[in-house]
């Protein structure tokens, strides 16, 4: 079975830390993702990848960067945390053929003082 | 470019009634469609995807989804819930093409009452 890994369920930072958050796959997926969901805004790509040190920006990269230097592993930098930050974020993969469905992590929930 | 209509935010049923959740979608090339489920806190989990061929696809839980071309939907359908199948319901597209965006809608939460 797929399994994609969040290394923090709960996460707490200060308003201008820089914050990393790691996600790990164990199925040699080309492509991950990181989705982040707020209450009726559904899920919005943030940053995907179909490669190693390949990154494609997604609807809302501002105030984000990723790093991919292995295939399993994807992290998401938040430069300067800032309040509007605070939200549920989610790492995907899949491979990359075009009807792969994406596998999820459990997610990480983020809050930002 | 790419997009997907969940009009209803919350819909609540009652147990053993059948249900609806619509989904609508545009994009400019073929599409690979999805619906995903999300219980409280967990991530999603993919319910059923069509793919091509028939346009009637089916999960392993009694649910079904209709891919409709000429009215761009994706609805899914249960004709009668459990109170297990209280969750958020996620519709998503993907581009059959070389780019890999998959694109949510903003989800649909399923109420089922006793």
Same mark, same amino acid.
């Given at each position: 079975?797929?399994?994609?890994?969040?290394?923090?369920?709960?996460?707490?930072?200060?308003?201008?830390?820089?914050?990393?958050?790691? &996600?790990?796959?164990? $199925?040699?997926?080309?492509? $991950?993702?990181?989705?982040?969901?707020?209450?009726?805004?559904?899920?919005?790509?943030?940053?995907?990848?179909?490669?190693?040190?390949?990154?494609?920006?997604?609807?809302?990269?501002?105030?984000?960067?990723?790093?991919?230097?292995?295939?399993?592993?994807?992290?998401?930098?938040?430069?300067?945390?800032?309040?509007?930050?605070? #939200? $549920?974020?989610? &790492?995907?993969?899949?491979?990359?053929?075009?009807?792969?469905?994406?596998?999820?992590?459990?997610?990480?929930?983020?809050?930002?003082? | /470019?790419?997009?997907?209509?969940?009009?209803?935010?919350?819909?609540?049923?009652?147990?053993? /009634?059948?249900?609806?959740?619509? &989904?609508?979608? #545009?994009?400019?090339?073929?599409?690979?469609?999805?619906?995903?489920?999300?219980?409280?806190?967990?991530?999603?989990?993919?319910?059923?995807?069509?793919?091509?061929?028939?346009?009637?696809?089916?999960?392993?839980?009694?649910?079904?989804?209709?891919?409709?071309?000429?009215?761009?939907?994706?609805?899914?359908?249960?004709?009668?819930?459990?109170?297990?199948?209280?969750?958020?319901?996620? &519709?998503?597209?993907?581009? #059959?093409?070389?780019?890999?965006?998959?694109?949510?809608?903003?989800?649909?939460?399923?109420?089922?009452?006793?």
């Amino acid at each position: 079975d797929v399994k994609v890994t969040q290394s923090s369920r709960y996460l707490v930072k200060r308003t201008g830390e820089k914050v990393f958050l790691e &996600c790990v796959q164990d $199925m040699d997926h080309e492509n $991950m993702f990181w989705y982040r969901q707020d209450p009726g805004l559904g899920l919005r790509l943030i940053y995907f990848s179909y490669d190693v040190k390949m990154k494609e920006k997604g609807d809302i990269p501002e105030g984000y960067s990723v790093s991919r230097e292995k295939k399993e592993r994807f992290s998401l930098i938040l430069e300067s945390a800032s309040t509007n930050q605070t #939200s $549920m974020y989610l &790492c995907a993969s899949s491979f990359r053929i075009g009807g792969s469905p994406l596998h999820f992590g459990n997610g990480t929930r983020l809050t930002v003082t | /470019a790419q997009s997907v209509t969940q009009l209803d935010s919350q819909v609540p049923v009652f147990e053993e /009634a059948p249900v609806e959740l619509r &989904c609508n979608y #545009s994009s400019s090339v073929s599409v690979y469609l999805f619906w995903y489920v999300q219980y409280p806190n967990q991530g999603l989990q993919l319910l059923l995807k069509y793919l091509s061929g028939s346009t009637l696809v089916e999960s392993i839980n009694g649910f079904e989804a209709e891919f409709n071309k000429s009215q761009t939907s994706f609805h899914l359908r249960k004709p009668s819930v459990h109170i297990s199948d209280t969750a958020e319901y996620f &519709c998503a597209v993907r581009g #059959s093409g070389g780019y890999q965006k998959v694109t949510f809608g903003t989800g649909t939460k399923l109420q089922v009452i006793p």
